[in-house]
């Protein structure tokens, strides 16, 4: 396979799961008619965007999105990427991938990297120790490789999705109740807390995996997901060591670094309009695509250049899901055009450095 373009996508599905399966605590889950709303309404985006790759998130049932793809009439174009064992009983990452792209089998992960350490005793004399105590995702991340140029490495696909930031249920903890008084009126504070230092560590993990994978080897990759949290959060500076975006004829990247592609994005429009989530008449963008710097414009080792990208999220502002069958995250797509840099501009630019 040759690809001219290559686009790539992210969609949270908001619990898709079979009818009348539970969906965390409401035991009867979606009606028939709710079901059929949402396998409509999913397979029309499918349908619409047509992405070589789309990753998926809060999918509970594999049947469910192989009947969104072959509702679609697109079936005979994906391969559908899903747990064998997600039988409506847990939350899983998902992917449809273009046939004949996936290089690999995939892989989901859900431990932490067997080194990988959240611990200090401190900087200095006044700040404590900490030690934080997680091993693993509460997603667990689904991982495969695609080959969209023979001629060029196995770009590495990732697509993740991080604890939310809604405040973790700390009432239902033996230390909360045997102690009510002190700690209701703590509740929300201590919840968030927790939720935050989860998706931190997730970020971490994974930022963790990405390292020990992209340094010094020249691996492509790309990350897609709903990582709960905005474009300029310690979650996202995690995850893409925040690298400096340049201008004009300026050339450089970032061996283990991770580009945005809304910032891309951003550079070419004269109005940010991206959001993916409204919580509370607040929009934010919590679903990201994030490439390394052989999908960068600016990049000395460039092999594919930013070509734009959609955001999907004018049904974010009717709150109707149940009734329309929409989700609650919009769907962004990005699409780079293969641009290797050429090898005479890459001999000037060595010389210049």
């Known amino acids: 396979m040759n690809l001219r373009r290559l686009t790539v996508g992210t969609f949270n599905l908001f619990n898709l799961n079979e009818p009348n399966m539970p969906v965390y605590t409401d035991r009867n889950g979606w009606s028939q008619a709710e079901y059929d709303l949402k396998i409509d309404w999913t397979m029309r985006v499918i349908r619409m965007l047509r992405p070589?790759?789309?990753?998926?998130?809060?999918?509970?049932?594999?049947?469910?999105?192989?009947?969104a793809v072959e509702a679609s009439g697109l079936a005979g174009e994906?391969?559908?990427?899903?747990?064998?064992?997600?039988?409506?009983?847990?939350?899983?990452c998902a992917a449809i991938v273009r046939k004949g792209l996936m290089s690999?089998?995939?892989?989901?992960?859900?431990?932490?990297?067997?080194?990988?350490?959240?611990?200090?005793?401190?900087?200095d004399p006044q700040t404590p120790e900490i030690s934080v105590d997680i091993d693993s995702?509460?997603?667990?991340?689904?991982?495969?490789?695609?080959k969209p140029r023979e001629a060029h490495d196995h770009?590495?696909?990732?697509?993740?999705?991080?604890?939310?930031?809604?405040?973790?249920?700390?009432?239902?903890?033996?230390?909360f109740r045997a102690d009510e008084a002190t700690y209701k009126k703590h509740a929300t504070g201590l919840g968030s807390a927790i939720?935050?230092?989860?998706?931190?560590?997730?970020?971490?993990?994974?930022?963790?995996?990405?390292?020990?994978?992209?340094?010094?080897?020249?691996?492509?990759?790309?990350?897609?997901?709903?990582?709960?949290?905005?474009?300029h959060s310690n979650t996202a500076n995690i995850l893409t060591e925040?690298?400096?975006?340049?201008?004009?004829?300026?050339?450089?990247?970032?061996?283990?670094?991770?580009?945005?592609?809304?910032?891309?994005q951003e550079y070419r429009n004269t109005r940010d309009v991206y959001y993916t989530h409204i919580h509370q008449d607040i929009m934010e963008s919590l679903d990201h695509i994030l490439v390394s710097e052989e999908f960068y414009d600016n990049s000395r080792k460039r092999i594919?250049?930013?070509?734009?990208?959609?955001?999907?999220?004018?049904?974010?502002?009717?709150?109707?899901?149940?009734?329309?069958?929409?989700?609650?995250?919009?769907?962004?797509?990005?699409?780079f055009k293969y641009k290797p840099i050429k090898a005479e501009a890459r001999a000037i630019v060595e010389d210049d450095t």
């Open 137 to 146: 995702f509460s997603r667990p991340v689904l991982h495969f490789t695609v």
């Open 52 to 67: 070589d790759i789309f990753g998926f998130q809060e999918l509970w049932h594999a049947a469910s999105i192989s009947r």
């Open 304 to 335: 594919w250049i930013f070509d734009g990208m959609t955001v999907n999220n004018d049904h974010l502002n009717f709150d109707n899901h149940k009734e329309t069958g929409t989700n609650d995250h919009g769907i962004i797509c990005a699409t």
């Open 242 to 264: 925040q690298p400096k975006y340049l201008v004009g004829d300026s050339v450089g990247g970032g061996d283990t670094s991770l580009y945005t592609a809304q910032t891309l």
């Open 78 to 92: 994906y391969d559908v990427v899903a747990p064998p064992d997600a039988i409506g009983e847990r939350i899983v």
């Open 104 to 123: 690999s089998e995939p892989d989901w992960i859900v431990n932490f990297p067997d080194k990988f350490v959240l611990q200090s005793s401190g900087d």
């Open 195 to 231: 939720s935050t230092i989860r998706r931190t560590a997730e970020a971490a993990a994974l930022r963790f995996m990405l390292s020990e994978q992209m340094k010094g080897t020249g691996t492509p990759v790309i990350v897609l997901g709903d990582i709960n949290d905005g474009q």
């Open 155 to 175: 770009v590495h696909v990732y697509v993740c999705h991080f604890k939310s930031k809604a405040p973790t249920k700390v009432f239902r903890e033996s230390w």
